[in-house]
T-cell receptor, first 114, second 116 residues
Framework: AQTVTQSQPEMSVQEAETVTLSCTYD???????LFWYKQPPSRQMILVIR??????QNATENRFSVNFQKAAKSFSLKISDSQLGDAAMYFC???????????FGKGTRLHILP | NAGVTQTPKFQVLKTGQSMTLQCAQD?????MSWYRQDPGMGLRLIHY???????DQGEVPNGYNVSRSTTEDFPLRLLSAAPSQTSVYFC???????????????FGQGTRLTVV
């Protein structure tokens, strides 16, 4: 069975600095999808970025980018120029190509220090 | 655009009571799922469905039942509520991975359930 591991329960970063959130996963599949979701205090789940495993190029969305290392099964999220509104819980997620289901890591709570 | 609609937003149950959490989506998504979120545990998959008439168990299915009679609806039933089922529940939907570019899940607003 696939698993997703986020080893950092909490992180803090100074406003305007850069922070990297770690995510590793375990799978025997070659085709799959990876996501980062943000959950602010409102409890809403917001998609930050997605990566298809067949794409070698790392995905970027404005200040958010990923470092996807397929061989190492690693999928880290980099947030540049951190803003107060980035404070939230961040979840890494894996979607199986074979059975469609989506599984999540335990999350990393990110604090932004003014 | 309604997206994924979950009801109710809050619920308090007594131990042993039954209830159904409703979930509906209007995006014609094949895939629907239920998660529970507990502190320090992330989102854990309860049940999921890849189409009408098809359901499967996730990692924490005990105490919960689901059915998928239509593409739009995916209710979650608690047959006999227990305090261990106190949690925040999320419904999510998405296109299936086959033949689609957008494979991310869209979430409802969540239901905070307390069992006393």
């Amino acid at each position: 069975a696939q698993t997703v591991t986020q080893s950092q329960p909490e992180m803090s970063v100074q406003e305007a600095e850069t922070v990297t959130l770690s995510c590793t996963y375990d799978t025997s599949e070659s085709d799959y999808y990876l996501f980062w979701y943000k959950q602010p205090p409102s409890r809403q789940m917001i998609l930050v970025i997605r990566q298809e495993a067949y794409k070698q190029q790392n995905a970027t969305e404005n200040r958010f980018s990923v470092n996807f290392q397929k061989a190492a099964k690693s999928f880290s999220l980099k947030i540049s120029d951190s803003q107060l509104g980035d404070a939230a819980m961040y979840f890494c997620a894996y979607r199986s190509e074979s059975d469609d289901k989506i599984i999540f890591g335990k999350g990393t709570r990110l604090h932004i220090l003014p | 655009n309604a997206g994924v609609t979950q009801t109710p937003k809050f619920q308090v149950l007594k131990t042993g009571q039954s209830m159904t959490l409703q979930c509906a989506q209007d995006m014609n998504h094949e895939y629907m799922s239920w998660y529970r979120q507990d502190p320090g545990m992330g989102l854990r998959l309860i049940h999921y469905s890849v189409g009408a008439g098809i359901t499967d168990q996730g990692e924490v299915p005990n105490g919960y039942n689901v059915s998928r009679s239509t593409t739009e609806d995916f209710p979650l039933r608690l047959l006999s509520a227990a305090p261990s089922q106190t949690s925040v529940y999320f419904c999510a939907s998405s296109y299936g991975v086959t033949g689609h570019m957008n494979t991310e899940a869209f979430f409802g607003q969540g239901t905070r359930l307390t069992v006393v």
